[in-house]
């Protein structure tokens, strides 16, 4: 008796399951990786003697290559593979972070934080193109939400691990840890099929700045998809760069720091697989991401208002709930609003605001830190996400 060959619908939902899994686990450990870096860092930084002000420039570091690079990159994932291009970051990752461990001191920290900032980009840019292209309307919104989710998992374990390695042995040995993260990472690409493999030939016309330029101008989808990931991303870049700060201030424990920095990143995985019922129910992609801007802008100007660690706890939710939504809402806004040409050099493009904001926030932060202490700093931060809604809405109304 002949065994029915498996249809063609088969094997490419097969095909697209593995790559999906695949990435979204290469991707979890990269950000198990950058996680980690965000307690690591200001702690090291401290420990070498940094004030606020040259904390700032060290932690921006990690964006100056990315904002320069991130649209170029989207035309060397087309033209190279998904695939080819994430193993490659995990790579340059390894080096950074071996930078970071070989080389004690500034030097070393700086070059590293340029390198793992250039290789997490490079892994980002990468593994949303490929998710991009595994499908369109509910079900993209699916796949970038069950992608987020496992991000926000990273987010999760990073600081955690973060937290009880710098309880258990100081910074020692923590840059070796998360180098073997890195490789792992690198090791799951090489499971990617399919269409993460299939390589695009794409001119400078459709994947330059100029065509980044024009696409901005006229394409409204690309807008507000830029928009939220700009004040959604200035809002992590606060909290992320500066709650260790804050909470190391306070001589509050690693382990704690750990907790609440790992809090926000719970909350936003926990909620991003009901992503498309909150949509519905508050009316459209439009409204929630405003309504999710609001929460966010709520919670980072409350947070330098208090020392209690329960409050900070609520207020990281409110973080947390906001953050949740924003970020794959403007990924999946951006892919369905270019045609798959174009798409890597949008999401290059969206990527490079989104770094230029996280190169630019804890330089900020770190002047009015110095000027006012935390409370004017994350009070001003939040009051500044607020004060940009009323344009977006203006602009984007549904």
Known sequence: MNTPAPSKTTEAEAEATQTFCAVCLSLTLCFVVYSMLIVVVPVYGLQLGASPLVLGAVLSAQYLLPLALAIPLGGVVSRFGGRATLITGAGLMVAGLLAMHLWPGFGGLVLGQLLVGLAHLQMVLAAQTIIANLGAGPRLEKYFGWYSTWLSGGQVIGPLLAGLLLSASGTA??????????????????????????????????????????????????????????????????????????????????????????????????????????????GGRVNTVFLSLVTVSAGIALLGATEQVVVMGLLAVLVGIGSGLTQPLSMVILAESVDRAKRSGALGMRLMANRAIHFLAPLMFGLLLELGGFALAFGASGVAIAAALPIGRKLFKP
Do not use: C, D, H
Request: charged share 10%; no cysteine; glycine share 10%.
């Open 173 to 282: 040995y923590a840059f070796l840890v998360m180098a073997a993260f890195a490789l792992v990472a690198g090791v799951v690409g090489f499971w990617l099929t399919g269409q993460a493999t299939e390589r695009i030939q794409v001119t400078r016309k459709q994947a330059g700045f100029r065509a980044q330029w024009a696409l901005m101008q006229s394409n409204r989808g690309v807008q507000l998809s830029v928009l939220v990931t700009v004040l959604g991303m200035f809002a992590l870049g606060v909290y992320g760069s500066y709650l260790p700060v804050y909470l190391e201030s306070l001589a509050i424990s690693p382990v704690i720091i750990g907790i609440l920095v790992s809090l926000r990143a719970g909350v936003s995985m926990v909620i991003r697989p009901f992503m498309a019922s909150i949509i519905e129910l508050a």
